[in-house]
């Protein structure tokens, strides 16, 4: 696609349910990665890929978060007994490589509730 | 200590004025520097890369001090669609630090 997708656009979930957010990367970027921005802060790491490997992922909070990238292509953040400190908008990100730059999604905002 | 510190306003300035705004990274492994913009529930974008040169784009001018540790963007001619929050970014290899963003509203 022209862009970077992803999908929901907004998710409202009840604690202690399981989320899975979708991203769609730029066709042809090696590199994709996911980043979590609460209200009035900047966006904060939270895993690299670089093709289907996660190169990076030292910026997952905790166990419950987890993300594949199963074919180099579309990439998916799994949140497991998700927690109101959950909420956030979750951006994703990918670039032709490893230290191009970045092209973001509008984002999935979720909201536990 | 943040690793990437901005004031994060709110400024206030009116059409036409001139505004800078200021950033200090503490990695002084960082490579490469840039400033995002972000509009009320959208997406970052990129505005500028940063370099110890200096470099400018039309009405934005972006500095680099690599012994201060410090970045720089300024605006010239604020006009009213600038109002947005602008993200100061470091980076290593391929992750992006990003400061809290400043806040600039541009008033009629």
């Known amino acids: 696609g022209a862009g970077v997708s992803q999908t929901p656009s907004n998710k409202v979930t009840e604690k202690g349910k399981y989320v899975e957010l979708r991203c769609d990367p730029i066709?042809?970027?090696?590199?994709l990665y996911w980043y979590r921005q609460s209200l009035g802060q900047g966006p904060e790491f939270l895993i690299y890929f670089q093709g289907t490997g996660a190169a990076d992922d030292s910026g997952l909070p905790n166990d419950r978060f987890f993300a594949v990238r199963p074919e180099g292509s579309v990439s998916t953040l799994k949140i497991q007994r998700t927690e109101r400190g959950d909420s956030a908008v979750y951006l994703c990100a990918s670039s032709l490589t490893k230290g191009d730059g970045y092209t973001f999604g509008s984002g999935t905002r979720l909201t536990v509730v | 200590r943040k690793e990437v510190e901005q004031d994060p306003g709110p400024f206030n300035v009116p059409e036409g004025a001139t505004v800078a705004f200021n950033c200090t990274y503490s990695n002084s492994a960082s490579q490469s520097f840039f400033w995002y913009r972000q509009d009320c529930r959208k997406e970052p974008k990129l505005l500028m890369s940063v370099y110890s040169s200096g470099n400018e784009d039309g009405r934005f001018t972006a500095q680099l001090n690599r012994a201060s540790q410090y970045i720089s963007l300024l605006i010239r001619d604020s006009k009213l669609s600038d109002s947005a929050t602008y993200l100061c970014?470091?980076?290593?290899?391929?992750?992006?630090?990003f400061g809290t963003g400043t806040r600039l509203k541009v008033l009629a």
């Open positions: 970014v470091a980076s290593g290899t391929y992750k992006y630090i």
């Open positions: 066709s042809g970027h090696t590199a």
